[in-house]
């Protein structure tokens, strides 16, 4: 199969946002880390705890946004990646590979950013992820189990929060990166496969080439 110029720019880019997927995704999960250390998951303790990270907590203003500059970065990054990866589509499984662990890193991506609204606990946030609940609960069938497991059965309050949190850290996190790996080492893969099909190639018209000669 022939391999066009834009062919190799495209698959080059996509490598290249892989990497910055990654790079960014090891970034939030970083700084979120660190500001575990002083972020309290309750009901109002949530906006004190960020607002003493800004103001007392050394570099803490510099962590707290970098993790939330990171995360939106993270889903500008994986929609671009994925009209980059269908323009310059190869159909091999190691494209296959990287384009559904693109897609579902980019979703998990959305995750992590939807059940962050609420653990700054403002206004905003509060308002925002209550529409949110209202949209869950009308689902049929199985709405209204989904609001009580994000809730807590109840209203939004410090279980709420501390729902979110679980599922932001220990669940959507560690899924993230592990995508993130997944898709740079099939994109990684592709680029072997396409180079030892280029080799093979090259090497075919070498001996045509002798054969013709001779």
Known sequence: MQITLSDRILRRLATILSVAMLTLCVMHLSTGVLLSFYYEPTAGGAYRSLKMIDTVVSYGWLFHKTHDLSGNAMIGVGLIQMVVM??????????????ISGILFTLSAIALDWTAMLLDWTQEGYWRFSIELGTIEAIPFIGGELRDILTGGGAISTITVQHLYALNSYIISPIALLLAIVHLAALLWQEREISADKTAE????ALDASLVES
Not at 87 to 99: D, I, M, N, V
Not at 202 to 205: I, K, L, M, N, T
């Open 202 to 205: 090259d090497a075919f018209q």
């Open 86 to 99: 269908f323009l310059g589509r190869q159909f091999r499984k190691s494209w296959l590979t990287a384009w």
